[in-house]
């Protein structure tokens, strides 16, 4: 990735999250919310990439008039020089003759290099922490106790101490109240039927290849916001007591979860 690009994709990302922010949070529906993330995001790489001439570029060529006289001079400077047997030695071949072989190192290419290997270290260890959050969630579910429905999969284990949802599976523990484990349900179903775990993971991997620009992370928290939201909403649309269900959900906010599940 060259600096105009990542310069680019920044500006980019940057103008469709004070967009967001200012024209669309909380004031249209949560799908369109998600829906512009994930779409500007995506745009925001491909803009930059994208070599769209906007007006047609004009080559101005100079005409240069040869007279007889510019022949004859440049010819008879040729028959001097092969008289004299003379050795034209240029600057630029004198300069380098002079300056020792270690000192002509591009330093410009070698910080290019370095930039370049920083950056797949750290994209790499992004995906891989993504890639191991997959996994440890994959382990969890076979060590569960499984229950099939027709919308999603339920794991139940002793060990998960705050529900969590990832792909078609809800993952959760034993000791609920029938009403509370009700509204658990609820919600991580929510996530399940809108597919929010692929709109995560989409994000989770723009985010690990453009690590360096902040506004992914943003974005990134912006999703997950309004995806609870929607969630919330749907667990109250069913009936539940709103003071009940924010009790609920206070009684959850101090376990542990991968950070891609819902």
Same mark, same amino acid.
């Given at each position: 990735?060259?600096?105009?690009?990542?310069?680019?994709?920044?500006?980019?990302?940057?103008?469709?999250?004070?967009?967001?922010?200012?024209? /669309?949070?909380?004031?249209? +529906?949560?799908? $369109?919310?998600?829906?512009? *993330? #994930?779409?500007?995001?995506? !745009?925001?790489?491909?803009?930059?990439?994208?070599?769209?001439?906007?007006?047609?570029?004009?080559?101005?060529?100079?005409?240069?008039?040869?007279?007889?006289?510019?022949?004859?001079?440049?010819?008879?400077?040729?028959?001097?020089?092969?008289?004299?047997?003379?050795?034209?030695?240029?600057?630029?071949?004198?300069?380098?003759?002079?300056?020792?072989?270690?000192?002509?190192?591009?330093?410009?290419?070698?910080?290019?290099?370095?930039?370049?290997?920083?950056?797949? /270290?750290?994209?790499?260890? +992004?995906?891989? $922490?993504?890639?191991?959050? *997959? #996994?440890?969630?994959?382990? !969890?579910?076979?060590?569960?106790?499984?229950?099939?429905?027709?919308?999603?999969?339920?794991?139940?284990?002793?060990?998960?101490?705050?529900?969590?949802?990832?792909?078609?599976?809800?993952?959760?523990?034993?000791?609920?109240?029938?009403?509370?484990?009700?509204?658990?349900?609820?919600?991580?179903?929510?996530?399940?039927?809108?597919?929010?775990?692929?709109?995560?993971?989409?994000?989770?991997?723009?985010?690990?290849?453009?690590?360096?620009?902040?506004?992914?992370?943003?974005?990134?928290?912006?999703?997950?916001?309004?995806?609870?939201?929607?969630?919330?909403?749907?667990?109250?649309?069913?009936?539940?007591?709103?003071?009940?269900?924010?009790?609920?959900?206070?009684?959850?906010?101090?376990?542990?979860?991968?950070?891609?599940?819902?």
């Amino acid at each position: 990735m060259t600096f105009r690009y990542i310069i680019e994709v920044i500006v980019c990302s940057g103008l469709f999250l004070v967009a967001y922010r200012w024209l /669309l949070a909380r004031k249209v +529906s949560f799908g $369109l919310c998600r829906a512009f *993330i #994930i779409t500007s995001m995506l !745009l925001a790489i491909a803009i930059p990439a994208m070599d769209v001439p906007v007006f047609p570029v004009r080559e101005a060529a100079e005409k240069i008039t040869l007279t007889g006289l510019d022949f004859i001079e440049e010819a008879s400077d040729r028959v001097m020089l092969a008289d004299e047997g003379t050795e034209v030695i240029t600057t630029e071949a004198m300069s380098a003759e002079n300056v020792p072989a270690d000192k002509m190192i591009d330093l410009s290419a070698v910080a290019g290099k370095a930039a370049n290997m920083i950056y797949m /270290l750290v994209a790499a260890a +992004s995906l891989m $922490l993504t890639i191991h959050n *997959i #996994i440890r969630i994959n382990r !969890l579910r076979r060590r569960s106790r499984l229950t099939y429905t027709e919308d999603y999969t339920l794991a139940e284990h002793e060990d998960i101490t705050t529900p969590f949802s990832f792909i078609r599976t809800i993952f959760m523990g034993f000791n609920y109240e029938p009403q509370e484990r009700m509204q658990i349900l609820t919600h991580e179903a929510s996530h399940v039927r809108h597919r929010h775990s692929f709109e995560r993971l989409t994000l989770s991997t723009l985010r690990s290849l453009f690590w360096f620009n902040p506004f992914f992370w943003m974005a990134e928290k912006d999703l997950e916001e309004v995806q609870e939201w929607e969630a919330d909403k749907d667990v109250l649309s069913e009936g539940h007591e709103l003071d009940k269900y924010r009790t609920t959900i206070f009684k959850q906010l101090f376990g542990y979860n991968p950070d891609i599940s819902c």
